[in-house]
């Protein structure tokens, strides 16, 4: 066999399993199963200690695998497919393009975390400047296509939808006003360089089409060795979250608007870039956590502590302590706005 | 005796793979060294002026051979980087 052959042979192989993930959660939608976990706080009574957790990740193995699979697999083939050099020549281009790109780009470029601070810095020093620096770092937690597809599997996409939709909001917002803040201006000034002569630098070469793919696998697969060890660690937590987290606590502290005050608070030292928020919020859900709480709880990244302390290393902590004011404050905001709307505040 | 210049282009501390980039980039130029084509290899910061000001915003890990980009956001085989060092030293 010829290496062209070989190499078509393999690309298929790959192309059938792709399409085999996808089909399966197609199915799985068409037969309307559920993906997330099915166990209410009810069905844990009767159970010993060691067991809640078992019973709660075998019920949610055994249904939600397809849609952990498809997320990793869709991931890996986003952040390989998308052409990065296309975004980030655009990137230094200019500031209303660049508010466009950082909310356009977040949710393929950054299920890495180690990507997201370098694009942050890389974005500030070019033409771009800090306004579409900050929208993109403040947009990008809540909107890579992990959370996403997560996020609507597992608490519901009409969720998913208004937490991408509000996200840019704040994103933007914060963006434009620490552009204006004359703290935010000096940091700008500071970091600008010269980019004009660059883009001759760049040729990027493409390897073919099977060595991506499996590039894609590859990368899926790495992302889930990061991610999932604290994701399972986070549905141990949450199966005992359901066990004996007594429902009148939450519904007393997690409603209304000290619910929401309260979840805007501890959501930002709790979140990790791991996905565990979403299930601990999808487990206090269930206890009866209001939607409006539970949107400002999926919120709270923006004061995460270990992107904040990167972030100040290149930023001042002026800018630092702006953003977290304006999102924390859009959480709230955004969180009771949702509530009224929904009818469960 | 011929020269490449490759430039490992990562975050600081570095990242998983980054350092996998590296290791990448470090076997194939004891390799190619063994052929006798001499490799300098250097690192990079990702955030630092002087490689945003050179090469502008890029996607961590990214290769540039003699001062050209030619990967960027992805960790390629050993021998994917053997073959472009090699092309780039002729």
Redo the contacts between chains.
């Keep these: 066999m010829n290496e062209k052959t070989l190499r078509m042979l393999r690309a298929s192989i790959i192309l059938a399993f792709i399409i085999f993930v996808v089909g399966y959660l197609i199915y799985s939608r068409i037969r309307a199963y559920s993906l997330a976990p099915t166990m209410k706080p009810a069905d844990f009574h009767g159970l010993a200690v060691w067991e809640i957790p078992i019973a709660y990740l075998i019920d949610y193995f055994s249904h939600g695998w397809i849609c952990l699979l498809f997320a990793f697999v869709a991931a890996g083939l986003v952040y390989e497919f998308v052409p990065k050099e296309a975004i980030t020549k655009y990137m230094s281009s200019g500031r209303i393009a660049g508010y466009g790109l950082a909310l356009g780009m977040a949710p393929f470029l950054t299920v890495c975390s180690c990507t997201m601070v370098p694009l942050f810095g890389g974005i500030l020093y070019s033409g771009a400047g800090i306004g579409p620096a900050m929208t993109f770092l403040l947009m990008a937690p809540s909107a890579n296509i992990l959370a996403i597809l997560i996020t609507g599997e597992m608490i519901s996409w009409e969720l998913a939808g208004v937490r991408i939709i509000v996200s840019a909001v704040v994103a933007i917002v914060a963006g434009v006003v620490i552009s204006k803040t004359p703290w935010g201006k000096a940091v700008e000034k500071e970091h600008q360089v010269n980019v004009s002569a660059v883009n001759s630098k760049i040729e990027i070469v493409k390897p073919p089409l099977d060595e991506r793919l499996w590039a894609a696998l590859k990368f899926g697969g790495y992302l889930a060795k990061q991610i999932l060890p604290f994701f399972l660690l986070g549905l141990v937590a949450v199966s005992y979250v359901e066990a004996y987290l007594p429902e009148d606590i939450v519904g007393a502290y997690l409603t209304g608007f000290t619910g929401i005050l309260i979840a805007s608070v501890i959501g930002g030292p709790l979140y990790t870039p791991t996905l565990v928020e979403i299930v601990l919020g999808k487990g206090m859900f269930d206890l009866g956590m209001s939607k409006g709480a539970l949107l400002s709880w999926l919120m709270g990244q923006p004061y995460d502590v270990a992107n904040a302390l990167a972030v100040s290393r290149i930023a001042r902590w002026k800018v630092v302590a702006t953003y977290m004011l304006i999102a924390w404050a859009g959480s709230v905001i955004f969180g009771l706005l949702y509530g009224w709307l929904s009818g469960s505040l | 005796m011929k020269e490449v210049k490759v430039e490992v282009i990562g975050?600081e501390p570095p990242?998983?793979?980054?350092q996998a980039v590296k290791k990448a980039v470090e076997k194939a130029a004891e390799k190619l060294k063994q052929s006798g084509i001499k490799v300098e290899v250097h690192k990079a910061n990702?955030?630092s002026?002087e490689t945003?000001?050179?090469?502008?915003?890029?996607?961590?890990p990214a290769i540039?051979i003699n001062?050209?980009?030619?990967?960027?956001?992805?960790?390629?085989?050993e021998e994917?980087v053997e073959k472009?060092l090699r092309g780039a030293a002729k």
């Design positions: 975050s990242c998983m793979r980054c990702i955030m002026k945003v000001q050179k090469y502008g915003v890029l996607v961590s540039a001062n050209t980009v030619k990967i960027m956001g992805r960790v390629p085989s994917e472009l």
